[in-house]
């Protein structure tokens, strides 16, 4: 039985998977205090790829990325690209499993082994991918609203701290960092939703691609600009570059009277069930992935060992956090852009011809067919 997730569903469940783990880790630091304005050029950027990601699934309704991939390219280059896609898939979930390992030990349990954190999470996660997509869009449809209510309550909440002079000076180091950082976010996390390209297959007929896509964009952009800004505000450019969890540190600052104290757990909450969300998608994605490349009918069954091979991975990804920050921040941009960018296109334009092909071919042939039927109907 195939699954099918309605557009509301969708729409939260790529806008939690945006949200992910940019949550909490500084994406886009070198822009300094012209963060928002990189933020809103990443999502102009993001605008753009992501009309190419509708428009193939939109060629080819009910299908995912996978068996697009094998019908434009035939089978051979197809699971060439396959292999690539599932690749990436299963790289982005074993690094949002470290970025979850590494936010725990470092904010609450130091002493703690990484591999206790990676496995722990890895279990609820296998569980949510060997159910279904459906079941991660109807949990999530429940605590989305207090999801964002929590992010919204913090939010103001520490408007009392804010220094609005930390927005200053604007463009003082030029333009070329901005157009750096908003490259850096554009990647992270934007343009990850190529990933979806082995979703959207379940999206039911009703559904809208392109809503899906744009709605998600608008509501994660805007929730991770009022994160990066509100951290920008309350700790100022030094202590939010010193910082590898800016917006929690933030959140750590908050203090209503003597009763309400400590709300950075809120913060947790949020980076706990958008992490959550965005490896089971990745998780969900490579399974589907690994299927398709040796014709496994049920991937469902697979998505434990896959799962477990991912947790392990990340923990040999990087020696220590540092590394980890140095690594997002100089290297992935970069080893995006073949999954993210020029794949896609690959995909869209081999799609776009092969379609136009299929369908002067089917015309024609609908053409003669009545051609036929009225020569045959003026014998008789």
Not at 55 to 77: A, D, H, Q, T
Not at 101 to 108: D, L, N
């Amino acid at each position: 039985m195939k699954e099918v997730i309605s557009e509301k569903q969708a729409i939260i469940i790529m806008s939690t998977y945006i949200i992910g783990s940019s949550a909490i880790l500084s994406a886009g630091s070198q822009a300094k205090q012209d963060i928002w304005i990189a933020y809103i050029i990443a999502m102009v950027m993001a605008s753009i790829i992501i009309a190419v990601y509708g428009r193939i699934s939109s060629i080819y309704l009910g299908k995912n990325i996978y068996e697009i991939m094998e019908l434009v390219f035939g089978k051979v280059i197809g699971k060439i690209f396959l292999l690539s896609f599932m690749c990436y898939s299963f790289t982005l979930g074993a690094l949002v499993i470290r970025d979850f390992a590494e936010f725990v030990k470092i904010v609450s349990l130091p002493t703690t082994p990484l591999c206790i954190f990676a496995y722990s999470a890895v279990v609820l996660i296998i569980w949510a991918a060997r159910e279904s997509i459906e079941v991660l869009g109807r949990f999530l449809s429940i605590f989305f609203p207090i999801y964002i209510l929590m992010i919204s309550t913090v939010t103001l909440l520490s408007s009392s701290l804010f220094e609005f002079d930390n927005l200053k000076p604007v463009l003082y180091d030029g333009f070329k960092p901005v157009l750096e950082a908003s490259y850096s976010i554009f990647t992270f996390p934007f343009a990850e939703v190529v990933v979806f390209l082995s979703i959207m297959g379940n999206l039911n007929k009703n559904g809208s691609i392109y809503k899906v896509y744009y709605c998600s964009l608008l509501i994660g952009g805007i929730v991770l600009f009022v994160i990066a800004v509100r951290s920008l505000l309350v700790l100022g450019v030094p202590s939010k570059l010193l910082q590898y969890f800016p917006s929690y540190t933030s959140t750590r600052t908050i203090r209503v009277g003597t009763f309400l104290q400590r709300i950075e757990a809120s913060i947790a909450i949020v980076f706990m069930i958008s992490g959550f969300t965005k490896t089971t998608v990745c998780l969900h994605a490579a399974t589907k992935g690994l299927a398709h490349l040796f014709n496994i009918k049920n991937y469902h069954r697979i998505a434990a060992p896959v799962g477990i091979l991912m947790a392990l991975y990340s923990l040999y990804m990087y020696g220590d956090a540092v590394k980890m920050s140095e690594w997002t921040a100089e290297i992935y941009p970069y080893y995006a852009i073949p999954h993210q960018i020029i794949y896609p296109v690959l995909v869209w334009i081999a799609a776009e011809i092969k379609s136009r092909i299929t369908g002067k071919n089917n015309a024609t042939l609908t053409e003669d067919t009545g051609n036929t039927e009225l020569s045959e109907s003026n014998s008789s």
